[in-house]
Nanobody
Framework: QVQLVESGGGAVQPGGSLRLSCAAS????????MAWYRQAPGTQRALVAS???????TYQDSVVGRFTISRDNAKNTVHLHMNSLKPEDAAVYYC???????????WGLGTQVTVSS
């Protein structure tokens, strides 16, 4: 059974920083893409950033220059460094991983990020 566990969420003031981490455990291998999504109340879950196994990454326009995604393939871990946080960044952040041997993605349960003064 595969589990993705996110950590690092919390409450910060505008302009603050957080580092989210997501670690996969269980029988998971050959991970192609790793990504972070977020969902605020009343909205749909949306892609924030993704990174391929070879390293190329993409970002939602609203986080370019503020967020950085990175991965550790040896540890099946993905991180999201978030700087200059804004109130509109507040949401539940979900980790997603796609493996080459299945079409069904793996999802974490989410970690809450709150940005307020």
């Amino acid at each position: 059974q595969v589990q993705l566990v996110e950590s690092g969420g919390g409450a910060v003031q505008p302009g603050g920083s957080l580092r989210l981490s997501c670690a996969a455990s269980g029988n998971i291998f050959a991970i192609k893409d790793m990504a972070w999504y977020r969902q605020a109340p009343g909205t749909q879950r949306a892609l924030v950033a993704s990174i391929q196994s070879g390293g190329p990454s993409t970002y939602q326009d609203s986080v370019v220059g503020r967020f950085t995604i990175s991965r550790d393939n040896a540890k099946n871990t993905v991180h999201l460094h978030m700087n200059s946080l804004k109130p509109e960044d507040a949401a539940v952040y979900y980790c997603r991983m796609d493996a080459s041997y299945t079409t069904a993605p793996y999802w974490g349960l989410g970690t809450q990020v709150t940005v307020s003064s």
